[in-house]
């Protein structure tokens, strides 16, 4: 039974990716990264998600702050943010998220305030749901290496 | 910014770089770092500590463009003068700009975020080239501080093609073979065999200040050649071998320097002339040199300009060299006499283009005009990987395009011009983007002669064409030579247009509007440096327009003509760019009655060059032929682009 289980959290995994996929939240760069998971780096995957979770939330509060900031914005400096969150986003395959930052840095180009705010709402919001799917990801995944290490007792 | 430091000497078994390759990688961004799964650091001052602690403890580094403390090209710059590593640099902004800044930089690549693995599993073909390099010049063991390094450097995207080539062998060891194209014609100390292996010379800033204080001695004096450099320099433990690749490079960050002040002339000139004499057998460098020499003395172009443009060549590949090596040897400009030669028998259009540039050059007294030709060739060498072919076919074409440009501002030969259908084939096909300079130069210089215009006329024509059957396909032409009437430079440019016309036509209505614009505030009648200048930055937004539509047209074209030659397609398209074509000229001329006549001819030019082209389908035209009009549109078109490019960046 548990066996069965472990397989039937791998299949739910599968669907959380199919599905992520299929709204275009993620693209093939996520597929490349768990390719370089492997027995030397089991948790390589959640490890740089971590990493990215953790620099992206840095980043995002300084947009916030750029972007309220009515009297003078600096631009540049978003600009400069929008790059970085550009680079480690597309690097995840949060496909979403990098376009989002795009159109975002865009706006910010055109030293547009409205769409600037309206791209780094969009932005949050995408950022949490991607954040919250991970985390499920992550936790079915952890079950089923959980229930993958379980051995069924030898019967006599 | 947090440091990261993770220790995989070993990443062989990762897959992502071969065994005991050691990287380091640069970047501000932490989950990039973690996905590159080598010695990282976030800091570029880090970095550079780490690199110049032990300058055999890594054999490649990777950095990112943006980073908080030191811009990366700098840091590119740094250690590609101390510590002579390949360089790749990393960017979520694949801005064309940032490219090229790479390239002249002396990054041997340039990869865009996000980094796929494949990529990264390619790397180490450029420590690998290094180190064959070192094989031929016995000065390093470990990384190359062969010759053709800047010739390696250059190439940012086009490094997988360029790899391929690469022995794929995966040592660290040194190669014994010395198969590598790029081993002979970059090697400048091939008359040494890899014999010894001698210590890494490591270039600090003090060996380099007595570098430069020596290179600056005798530059004044005699040429600054590595024996002599050595000589003054009076340091122990360098070879002249290690000074002469460190010459190279250093010529190549003074050409960038002067480049991007506008050019010191003085500087590139003895940068150039110094450059002439070492015997660099494949470097581009050399090849353009000589061809400026040559270049200098039958138009007495300025060699300023000229030594700007070929100062941005030896950064090129291979090809580049040799296309400008062939430029060189087209220099002596054929008279129109000899253009008569079947010059468009499957002549490759950069081969044109360069040739045509050739003749430009000599023909045509224009500073700007040269340079733009220039780097345009070197340029169109670059994009297209169509290698040079029959030079020779190619130089009548070339040369009879300027003096079709230098006929056009007669308005008499407008009319007879326009009758014969071949040239504007020719025109079409041989247009150079280069026009802008050529055109206003051309206006300038009222002497030409009808002659010229007529030979050129002769001149060009399409081997396949009948010269009959397209005299009837030129119905919209009629309307060119009205306007063309009005308008006594606008027919020189019309010629020269074409093949940017005919590329841009289907899919780009708007830029050729802005594209007149340019050319009218270009001002042909005035300076024609001044032109370039104001034309110069339309041009480049325009030029990735068109380059895009124009290979799309040309992909459309060449996809159409392979299948059976089905000259059906082809001529729907050309319809479809006549008709676009036909549409846009009418306005033009009548608006610009008072305006430079580039961008009317430009139209004209598409017009006429769609309507050869769709004639020619209609025809029984064959296959290969099609396609070496597609190609020469198509290398017309790419040079079209890169000379923007250079008359853009030069300004």
Redesign the interface.
Known sequence: MLGLGADRLRADMNRLLAFLFHQGVLDE?FL??Q??Q?E?SPNFVS??VN??F??SEKLLRNLRGLVLEREFSDYKRMG?HL??L???S????AKRLTNICVAFRAASDQNNPTACLRALELLEHDYCYLKNKLHEFFQIEQQRVMAAGVRYPIQN | MTMVEVRRNLGGENGNFPLGMRVLAVDDDPTCLKLLDVTTTSQAKTALKMLRENKNRFDLVISDVHMPDMDGFKLLELVGLEMDLPVIMLSANSDTKLVMKGITHGACDYLVKPVRVEELRNIWQHVLRRKKFDLISPTTDETCQGNGQSGKESEPTDNEDKNGKVNRKRKEEEEEEEEEEEDEENGEEIEDPATQKKPRVVWSIELHGKFVAAVNQLVLKVKAVPKRILDLMNVEGISRENVASHLQKYRLYLKRISSMESLQESMAFQTLSARGTLPISGLSSYQTSGMLGRLNSPSGIGLRNLSSSVLIQPSHTQDLSNSIANIGKLQPVVSPANQNASLFHGIPAQLELNQLQQSKRTSDLFDSGCDPTIFTSANSLVDNTVPVGSLSSSLPSASSNPLFLQENPQQTLSGGVFGNQNSFKVTSLNSEPFNTGISGSNFLSNGRCNENWQSTIQVSKFPSNNPSSLSGTFSHDRLLPNGMRTNNSSSGLRIQSSPLVFSSTSTISAPLGDLREIRCQAGFVGDVQSVNQATNEKWGEHKTDYTQNSNHIFNTLNSMVPPNGDVGQLSQILDQHNGVCNGKIDPSLVSQSNRSPSPLVQLSEIEKSATELKTRSNEDYQSGQMKSQGDLVHNSYDSLDDLMNEMISRV
Do not use: C
Request: hydrophobic residues 30%; aromatic residues 4%.
């Open positions: 760069q490349q990264l390719q370089l492997d030397s490890e740089v990493i990215y953790h620099e400069i790059n970085q550009i680079g480690s597309s690097s995840i395959g």
